[in-house]
């Protein structure tokens, strides 16, 4: 309930009550003072004391030295800090009087006072100090008043201890005689634990002090108040302890109730002590930084308990033991509660119930607040209002839940609203059972809700019975199912009573501890008021107590056998026993939601573990964010109830709807919290019977290490379950601790790698952390939205491993209501034992039987570490039969065994089989030759099996990869880490090198998307490519965006990756292969799902990688395609899918020789021979993004200029420039469009670059005549540089520019041969290649393109070339470059002479590539070449091999496009990352065969992934005779490759378009006039790959990533997201099974919709047809086709407009000179879009950059899947219509509406609308 609004007249009458307390303390302090001047000599003894350390003397005002002086004590003021000014002398207090007298149970002595001056009068002058050993942890000591009884409190649990004094004692006590003071010291380590001689005693009539020094100021407890952290802050705080109706602040003010005890953790062994002040009396607590505490108490005695432990959870257990073990409550008290002050009504009421179960929220008690009572009287219920109250709890119960009502301890004296009489009232009055005023007959009389007032007298056994009658009486009119007792302070809203308080000593005391007003009867009674066990001065702390004792008594009346449910707001010492707590009226706001914690915490000390906060808060409004994190952590409060005031907007979780997120995060975790209800039902028994705490502080378990000391912000339910919610506004990202152990996901089961550690966790709106602790098995339940009806569901149980694989933990089980089970042994009880792959389910009571037969039917097992295989269940040894299912997942390491059916009450053993299935295996000997013999030597298991698959027969037998971290350092951009190797690795090579003892992980988030993690030796530089990436030069990632989180395991030392946004994990390498050492580095991860894609240059038959034990290596060669033989190139980037569709990209950047394994784990093997392991991953989440994402990286792909768009041919074997000449007027005379001529090496003499074969002198001229006919040239240059010349420019330059690879320490060249031949020779072409290459080719070099001289001397001889010097005529005015055979190729394997490096050249670990056995020189290099960077770094070939052709690319770019002044292209054989944003590629020599029609739609689609976009195959193939058929297929399929060429080799047949006949002329000529058409849509898909890096040639999986059927699919392809190409591919069809997914497609040739989809059709496909279809949604720009783009170009522009089935489609053009470098950087451009909307089409110009000067129009538009028939079109130009001369038909059988003869400028916007 809510606070009291007061009248003026109240205000004022507080204030004057205030003021005359202010003058009562001064003229108490002046009397005093008079007092004192008895003593007038006496004199302080002020020795030098610690300012820590001093006692403060003046508590109750501001001190003065003058004052100070009166009271005896010594003044020495403290500047600026909170240390008292005046602080008492060593010569206050007591001393002993005689000897210590032993007893019994202890010793007793009498204490004498010391002459010292009072401080507030009447000090008693001999006390009796009475100590008793009660047990071998607790001390028990009190002082009392030998000559006069005084007050003490009647405890219901704590009585007179009647037993002898305890042996084996853990502690020592030693009594100082003078001054007085007691020490406790612990036995097992000497040190003192609770010291008194701190400061003095004092004991007078109404002030009574101690203080004392503690071992460490690792405090907690003390209470109520509200404290912001758990542990206490010693900067000289003061606590007053009186109950009040206060509600909770940020404020030093006592609360509800009073709770003295406190714990003190000693030191990091866990030793622990805690001690009871058992008083009831007004007081304060005084923390100082000594350590130290001072107890101060107005009244009764110092009755002390000193409890020590082993660890802080044995001293809770020792102090509830002796104040009463907690509650055991029922079953249905832990479900979820909901309550609201002034719902309103009844109907109200049940609106609420109805929305939250209509939601599915689990919930179990509703409870009404005081608004449903008659004039908020106890005891009555508003019949208007709440008129079907009566019937309320069976509606509740028909649904499985329960009501409870609220108590408030006053009782109105004035009559019903009706008028008549208030019978409770009036039964009370009659028995005389109210709290009396001071003269112990006349009821007190104060306000609270209901108007005037009387309070029980729960002291009273009459008013017990009073109670019980009268919850009896209404129970009989409106059942109910618990009780909820408040206001029991008690609270009254006057203060004292309606006729004020008298002033005496009781009410206004010679010292008011420090409480809210410093008025001890403000907001509640008046002290000097009786009960029957005293003043109120004395009992008024025991006013809540003695409600809860009668309440209990009412409810054991009520419900007889039952447990039932009490929950009060005013709490002492031992009120646990019966009852629970809230920590009351508190306020929505995210300080209160903190503060909770703390609070709950402290009362799991108080030994009340019942406990938590009004969920969302009491008074305010709440919002949706903060109620939202409220409910989460709320889910997980012992007591979880969401609950607020009135006049306040509405909170339960329904209200905010039913799809919020509050709604559904409300239900995930009430749901997690009802699956775990067994879990906190057995942790409640074990608190009931052995004083456990429920919610437990981390430092109760790891009190060795003090990061956990201080921590508040978390919690942990037991030992086993850590809760870490979110408590500030707008937060995603917390830091949390995480403690020393195993701990595990709670929600996929994964083991965090966190341990010890802070640690970020991001848990977004919906989130919060759970993580379940190795080492516990916890017993579980499938929940249901009641307590009932879970109950009735299966039990189950989650066994989370520790380092040892062992596990315990136990489940209590009973009835769930029952009082007396525990005692009566009426309950089940297992005892859960996990070790050596066993479960032992032990039955140590089985003295109930469920009637549901409730079953364990489901098991789950984390932290496995191998897949578990085999389960058996055995009863009494005896096998059982079991039909369980068993799943493993290997990412999480998680088992789930389905299915068990064990009895609820049987004991049981289950025992499992771990193993590695085949495809859990990790190849141990991945070099050839292995043996079993080899393989044990390395610790690995040998195990032969009879599959074709390449299943390894030797694998690793443990997870351990003999890494683990140290030294984990979080930083601002990430983490590092020290990886350190453990034992000398065996497994993973032959290792003629030492793996690194030390590496150095560095995890950098560069982006939200992008991340990247680099492991390196940590003391030694190593190679790391030279290849720069696009890096922000600061990484911008955000920790709240981020899409991903990255956890190091620590050991074995493994790397996981996670998307936030569905838990996926993505890379997990903590697996036994990793390894790292100079020559060998391996590292495996694990995979989301067996759909990956990538890894080249190497032929593959499917777009998707073969996960069946499949190795591929990695190391350019001039190799033709071919199965498993490594080719031109490196591309160590994969793309993978996850099961959900998301996808994610993975780089490493490594350019050693490498392969990498796939296996059906899924997972696989990177094995690399040098450098590091620097891998960048990006997460999309869309396969097309994660291409966006990687090009962003590595570079956007090259726009090529608008003529490499063109059909291109070129033929090795061309005799002479006629032939080309010829071709050239026979392609021009069959009008099939041709933009680009090339020619091969034949066109070099005797094949050396840079010079002009005799056989070709008319090539000049001829390249002018075709260039003026609107064609383009491209010529070939390798790199390779022919040596044996005497007169070769080339060559004698590039020697003096010191341009060639050399030997190392060495200025000789290192000198291969490729195609040059040596000079002054006949080559017979008829010999052998291996004599022929001996016979005929020269030594050639090759250049060092890194070398910054090389580049120099490079474009020097290009310009040559372009624009001879010596002889004009000879110029190539060419237009590309075409570089080939720069993988480095070479047809001698090394070197001339051989290679003189054996360990390079045949390292120890040889990867997988073609030709192993030769080496890495074979058909290259000798490995030991030196490369020399610009910087003048060294490098040898064997870590840049790879990197050649990359290194050769850009220099050729940037020398063609300032030679030609025009954008250009390159062509490009081999490539590496990046290469693609320079050139375009071509997929090498293949061969005229059926298959590679296949590979190559593979291969271009695995070069978009790559980011070369301008890519394509050999039209028809390069080696081998083509023929009709195939040919005729190969240029339709090669009309729609970005790079269009066919080409073939030296020897073949002619294979041109007009090589063959009319016929295949006229085939080439439509399918090449369809790609000139649509040249404006290849364009602008070239700009959005070069502007945004998209695909061009596109996998149908990129667009349709939900449709799993596409992820198959590698025989079709899109040109971006709208044009499908269904080639033909195999030789005889004429037709094509073609896949179209799920949307709206037309036929291109038709227009017509083909009216499936989502299905694979037989489309037909005659020889000259090949099946396009345009899909629904897009607008395709196109133009008329030419024989060149030169003319092409200037064509009328057309728009094909597909409609969707929304009669809806967008598109855009990109549109400029076709030529001009850097147009799209320098805006030279246009960009005009187009949106086609319910009959009409806009086209808007987004960028106008570019005026095309041949005044382009469009003048046709073709409307495709237009429904309705067309009349009219209206063309618009802003607004105004255009007159318009074009022609409109429609066709309403192929639904195609042609509109001709438009004439729409390009450049300018216009709006067409039909109708």
């Given at each position: 309930m809510g606070k009291a609004k007061f009248s003026k007249l109240e205000i004022v009458l507080s204030a004057l009550f205030c003021a005359v307390v202010v003058v009562a303390c001064v003229l108490i302090g002046v009397l005093a003072t008079k007092r004192s001047e008895a003593s007038s000599e006496f004199s302080p003894s002020c020795p030098s004391v610690e300012a820590a350390e001093r006692i403060d003397c003046i508590p109750d005002q501001v001190a003065t030295k003058n004052l100070c002086n009166l009271r005896g004590c010594c003044w020495s003021p403290q500047i600026g800090t909170s240390t008292p000014w005046c602080f008492f002398s060593s010569n206050h207090g007591y001393r002993v009087d005689g000897e210590l007298r032993t007893t019994q149970q202890g010793f007793q002595a009498t204490l004498k006072r010391f002459s010292s001056p009072s401080l507030f009068g009447d000090d008693i002058n001999t006390v009796l100090l009475t100590a008793e050993y009660q047990t071998q942890n607790r001390f028990h000591f009190k002082l009392t008043d030998p000559a006069a009884n005084r007050f003490e409190v009647p405890h219901e649990h704590i009585g007179p201890f009647s037993g002898s004094a305890a042996s084996n004692l853990k502690y020592s006590v030693n009594v100082q005689q003078n001054p007085f003071g007691i020490r406790v010291t612990r036995v097992s380590t000497g040190k003192v634990l609770f010291d008194t001689t701190v400061g003095p005693l004092l004991f007078a009539q109404q002030f009574l002090q101690l203080s004392i020094r503690l071992p460490s100021g690792n405090i907690y407890g003390i209470g109520e108040h509200v404290h912001k952290r758990f542990r206490h802050d010693l900067n000289w705080r003061t606590w007053p302890m009186l109950s009040r109706d206060t509600a909770p602040s940020g404020n030093v003010e006592n609360l509800y109730g009073v709770q003295t005890f406190f714990l003190c953790l000693e030191d990091s062994s866990g030793a622990s002590l805690g001690v009871f002040l058992l008083n009831s009396n007004p007081m304060e607590f005084v923390v100082q930084p000594t350590p130290a505490v001072t107890y101060r108490t107005i009244g009764g005695i110092l009755d002390f308990y000193v409890l020590l432990g082993d660890n802080p959870?044995?001293?809770?257990?020792?102090?509830?033991?002796?104040?009463?073990?907690?509650?055991?409550?029922?079953?249905?008290?832990?479900?979820?509660?909901?309550?609201?002050?002034?719902?309103?009504?009844?109907?109200?009421?049940?609106?609420?119930?109805?929305?939250?179960?209509?939601?599915?929220?689990?919930?179990?008690?509703?409870?009404?607040?005081?608004?449903?009572?008659?004039?908020?009287?106890?005891?009555?219920?508003?019949?208007?209002?709440?008129?079907?109250?009566?019937?309320?709890?069976?509606?509740?119960?028909?649904?499985?839940?329960?009501?409870?009502?609220?108590?408030?301890?006053?009782?109105?004296?004035?009559?019903?609203?009706?008028?008549?009489?208030?019978?409770?009232?009036?039964?009370?009055?009659?028995?005389?059972?109210?709290?009396?005023?001071?003269?112990?007959?006349?009821?007190?009389?104060?306000?609270?809700?209901?108007?005037?007032?009387?309070?029980?007298?729960?002291?009273?056994?009459?008013?017990?019975?009073?109670?019980i009658e009268e919850c009896s009486t209404f129970y009989r009119s409106v059942p109910f199912d618990g009780i909820w007792i408040d206001m029991n302070e008690p609270a009254s809203f006057v203060a004292g009573s309606r006729n004020g308080c008298e002033q005496n000593e009781w009410n206004f005391p010679p010292y008011t501890p420090h409480v809210v007003e410093r008025l001890l009867f403000s907001k509640t009674l008046c002290m000097d008021a009786v009960q029957q066990w005293g003043r109120q001065y004395d009992v008024h702390n025991l006013y809540g107590y003695s409600m809860i004792l009668s309440t209990q008594q009412a409810i054991e009346t009520l419900f007889p056998g039952k447990r039932s449910f009490l929950l009060s707001r005013s709490t002492f010492v031992g009120s646990g026993k019966y009852s629970g707590h809230w920590l009351g009226d508190n306020t929505a706001s995210w300080d209160q939601l903190k503060w909770s914690i703390p609070g709950m915490l402290e009362f799991g000390l108080f030994g009340i573990p019942y406990v938590g906060a009004d969920i969302c808060g009491f008074f305010e409004n709440t919002t949706e964010e903060l109620c939202r994190r409220w409910m989460q952590v709320g889910a997980f409060y012992p007591f979880s109830r969401n609950h607020n005031t009135e006049l306040c907007s509405p909170q339960d979780p329904a209200y905010f709807g039913a799809d919020s997120i509050l709604v559904s995060s409300s239900i995930h975790y009430l749901n997690i919290r009802y699956t775990l209800l067994p879990y906190l039902y057995t942790l409640f028994y074990k608190a009931h019977t052995q004083g456990d705490t429920v919610a437990r502080p981390l430092v109760h378990e790891f009190y060795s290490d003090e990061a956990t000391w201080d921590i508040d912000q978390q919690f942990l339910w037991g030992p086993a379950l850590l809760i870490t919610p979110v408590m500030d506004p707008g937060v995603e990202v917390i830091q949390a601790y995480i403690p020393d152990a195993v701990w595990y996901d709670y929600e996929t089961g994964a083991r965090i790698s966190f341990r010890r550690q802070s640690a970020e966790l991001y848990l977004p709106a919906d989130k919060m952390g759970l993580h379940l602790r190795g080492g516990y098995v916890v017993p579980t339940q499938r929940p249901n939205t009641t307590t009932v009806s879970s109950r009735r569901n299966a039990l189950g149980l989650i066994v989370a491993l520790d380092d040892s694989g062992a596990a315990a933990g136990e489940l209590f089980w009973d009835d769930g209501e029952s009082t007396g089970t525990i005692e009566g042994g009426i309950y089940v009880h297992y005892d859960f034992r996990v070790s050596n792959n066993e479960l032992h389910m032990n039955v140590t009571n089985s003295g109930y039987s469920d009637p549901n037969q409730l079953r364990f039917e489901e098991i789950r097992i984390l932290g496995l570490q191998q897949e578990l295989t085999e389960l058996t269940v055995l009863q009494n040894n005896v096998v059982l039969s079991s039909s369980h299912n068993i799943t493993y997942k290997p990412t999480e390491k998680v088992a789930l065994i389905t299915g068990l059916q064990l009895a609820l009450?049987?004991?049981?053993?289950?025992?499992?089989?771990?193993?590695?299935?085949?495809?859990?295996?990790?190849?141990?000997?991945?070099?050839?030759?292995?043996?079993?013999?080899?393989?044990?030597?390395?610790?690995?298991?040998?195990?032969?099996?009879?599959s074709p698959l390449d299943i390894p027969y030797c694998y690793y037998s443990s997870a351990d990869n003999n890494y683990s971290v140290s030294e984990l350092r979080y930083t601002p951009w990430g983490l590092e880490a020290n990886v350190t190797l453990s034992t000398a690795s065996t497994g993973g090579t032959q290792r003629s090198t030492t793996p690194i003892g030390t590496l150095r992980l560095q995890v950098i988030h560069h982006s939200d998307h992008l991340l990247q993690f680099k492991i390196d030796d940590y003391a030694n530089k190593r190679y790391e490519v030279p290849v720069p990436l696009n890096l922000p030069s600061t990484p911008?990632?955000?920790?709240?965006?981020?899409?991903?989180?990255?956890?190091?395991?620590?050991?074995?030392?493994?790397?996981?990756?996670?998307?936030?946004?569905?838990?996926?994990?993505?890379?997990?390498?903590?697996?036994?292969?990793?390894?790292?050492?100079?020559?060998?580095?391996?590292?495996?991860?694990?995979?989301?799902?067996?759909?990956?894609?990538?890894?080249?240059?190497?032929?593959?038959?499917?777009?998707?990688?073969?996960?069946?034990?499949?190795?591929w290596g990695m190391f350019?060669?001039?190799?033709?395609?071919?199965?498993?033989?490594?080719?031109?190139?490196?591309?160590?980037?994969?793309?993978?899918?996850?099961?959900?569709?998301?996808?994610?990209?993975?780089?490493?950047l490594n350019s050693n020789g490498?392969?990498?394994?796939?296996?059906?784990?899924?997972?696989?093997?990177?094995?690399?021979?040098?450098?590091?392991?620097?891998?960048?991953?990006?997460?999309?989440?869309?396969?097309?993004?994660?291409v966006q994402q990687y090009t962003e990286l590595v570079g956007r792909p090259v726009m090529p200029p608008y003529w490499a768009l063109g059909f291109q041919l070129c033929r090795y074997g061309y005799e002479n420039d006629t032939e080309i000449a010829q071709l050239v007027e026979g392609m021009k005379a069959a009008r099939i469009p041709y933009d680009v001529q090339y020619t091969d090496i034949d066109y070099l003499e005797r094949q050396l670059d840079f010079k002009l074969s005799p056989r070709f002198s008319g090539l000049p001229e001829l390249i002018n005549k075709i260039r003026a006919e609107g064609m383009r040239y491209i010529p070939i240059l390798d790199p390779a540089i022919s040596a044996n010349e005497t007169d070769y420019l080339a060559f004698t330059r590039g020697r003096e520019k010191d341009v060639f690879i050399k030997w190392p320490n060495s200025e000789d060249i290192i000198l291969g041969k490729v195609w040059?031949?040596?000079?002054?020779?006949?080559?017979?072409?008829?010999?052998?290649?291996?004599t022929g290459?001996?016979?005929?080719?020269?030594?050639?070099?090759?250049?060092?393109?890194?070398?910054?001289?090389?580049?120099?001397?490079?474009?020097?001889?290009?310009?040559?070339?372009?624009?001879?010097?010596?002889?004009?005529?000879?110029?190539?005015k060419y237009d590309g470059i075409w570089i080939d055979m720069n993988e480095p190729s070479s047809f001698v394997h090394g070197a001339v002479w051989g290679c003189?490096?054996?360990e390079l050249n045949h390292p120890p670990y040889m990867p997988q590539l073609g030709w192993r056995e030769e080496g890495l020189a074979y058909k290259t290099l000798c490995m030991e070449g030196v490369h020399i960077l610009a910087d003048g770094t060294e490098l040898r070939h064997y870590d840049v091999h790879n990197l050649y052709g990359w290194s050769q690319t850009k220099p050729t770019l940037d020398a063609l496009r300032r030679i030609t002044k025009e954008r250009g292209i390159v062509i490009t054989r081999s490539t590496y990352p990046t290469s693609g944003q320079w050139a375009g590629h071509w997929l090498g020599d293949n061969t005229a065969a059926w298959d590679q029609m296949t590979k190559s739609i593979i291969g271009m689609m695995e070069f978009s992934l790559f980011g070369v976009s301008y890519t394509g195959a050999d039209i028809c193939g390069f080696f081998s005779d083509s023929e009709y058929e195939l040919c005729a297929r190969w240029m339709e399929l090669g009309a729609f490759y970005p790079f269009s060429r066919n080409h073939n080799g030296k020897g073949a047949k002619r294979q041109d378009p007009v090589a063959w006949n009319s016929t295949f002329e006229d085939i080439s000529r439509d399918v090449l006039n369809i790609r000139y058409m649509l040249l404006p849509y290849l364009y602008t898909l070239m700009y959005d790959a070069s502007a945004h890096g998209s695909t061009v040639v596109r996998p149908l999986l990129h667009e349709f990533v939900e449709d799993r059927t596409t992820w198959e699919i590698y025989r079709q392809f899109l040109w971006g997201p709208a044009l499908l190409i269904s080639p033909v591919l195999d030789q005889g069809a004429v037709s094509v099974n073609a896949y179209l997914p799920n949307a709206r497609w037309y036929d291109y040739h038709t227009g017509e919709y083909v009216g499936f989809r989502g299905e694979f059709r037989n489309l037909p496909s005659p020889l000259e047809h090949i099946n396009l279809h345009v899909r629904g949604g897009y607008i395709l720009p196109q133009q008329t086709p030419a024989n060149t783009t030169a003319y092409s170009r200037k064509n009328p522009l057309a728009l094909l407009v597909a409609l969707n089935d929304s009669q809806e489609a967008e598109g855009q053009l990109y549109w400029d000179d076709g030529v001009r470098i850097d147009a799209y950087e320098d805006g030279a451009y246009l960009l005009t879009s187009f949106t086609a909307r319910q009959n009409t089409l806009q086209i808007r110009v987004q960028h106008r950059g570019y005026a095309d000067p041949n005044g382009l129009q469009f003048d046709t538009i073709q409307v495709l899947g237009q429904s309705t028939a067309v009349q009219q079109l209206i063309v618009r130009e802003n607004g105004a219509q255009l007159p318009s001369q074009h022609i409109l038909m429609y066709n309403s059988t192929t639904q195609v509406l042609s509109v001709t003869q438009l004439a729409l400028e390009l450049g300018r916007d216009y709006t067409l609308e039909w109708s």
């Open positions: 959870e044995q001293v809770v257990q020792e102090y509830v033991k002796l104040v009463g073990m907690p509650v055991m409550p029922s079953y249905w008290s832990l479900g979820f509660q909901l309550s609201r002050y002034d719902y309103g009504s009844l109907a109200e009421v049940k609106a609420v119930v109805e929305r939250n179960r209509a939601v599915g929220l689990p919930y179990d008690v509703q409870c009404i607040d005081i608004d449903c009572m008659d004039g908020k009287k106890d005891f009555t219920y508003d019949k208007v209002k709440f008129q079907d109250l009566p019937n309320f709890q069976s509606y509740l119960h028909a649904h499985g839940q329960k009501y409870v009502i609220i108590l408030d301890a006053a009782i109105s004296m004035e009559p019903l609203s009706d008028g008549s009489p208030y019978e409770t009232y009036e039964r009370g009055q009659s028995q005389n059972i109210w709290v009396n005023a001071s003269d112990g007959v006349t009821p007190l009389v104060g306000q609270v809700w209901p108007g005037h007032t009387v309070f029980p007298d729960f002291t009273s056994p009459a008013c017990r019975r009073w109670w009450g049987s004991a049981y053993t289950l025992r499992w089989v771990l193993s590695s299935s085949t495809a859990q295996r990790f190849d141990c000997h991945p070099e050839s030759g292995a043996t079993r013999e080899a393989c044990e030597q390395r610790g690995c298991v040998w195990e032969e099996n009879t911008t990632s955000s920790i709240e965006r981020r899409l991903y989180d990255v956890s190091v395991q620590t050991k074995p030392f493994g790397i996981q990756i996670r998307r936030r946004s569905t838990g996926t994990v993505i890379w997990d390498s903590q697996l036994p292969t990793f390894t790292f050492s100079d020559m060998f580095i391996q590292i495996s991860t694990r995979l989301p799902s067996p759909y990956l894609y990538g890894f080249g240059e190497t032929e593959h038959t499917q777009y998707h990688r073969d996960m069946n034990w499949h190795t350019s060669r001039d190799q033709p395609p071919g199965y498993k033989l490594n080719s031109y190139g490196v591309q160590p980037f994969y793309m993978g899918l996850e099961e959900d569709g998301n996808a994610h990209g993975v780089l490493l490498m392969d990498v394994t796939f296996q059906p784990t899924p997972a696989l093997t990177y094995r690399t021979i040098g450098g590091i392991l620097d891998f960048y991953v990006v997460l999309g989440p869309t396969p097309e993004v994660v040059p031949d040596y000079p002054n020779i006949v080559v017979n072409d008829s010999v052998d290649w291996d290459v001996e016979l005929y080719r020269a030594y050639t070099a090759f250049p060092d393109f890194f070398r910054n001289s090389t580049v120099e001397w490079w474009s020097t001889e290009l310009q040559e070339v372009y624009k001879n010097p010596r002889n004009a005529s000879l110029s190539l003189r490096n054996q």
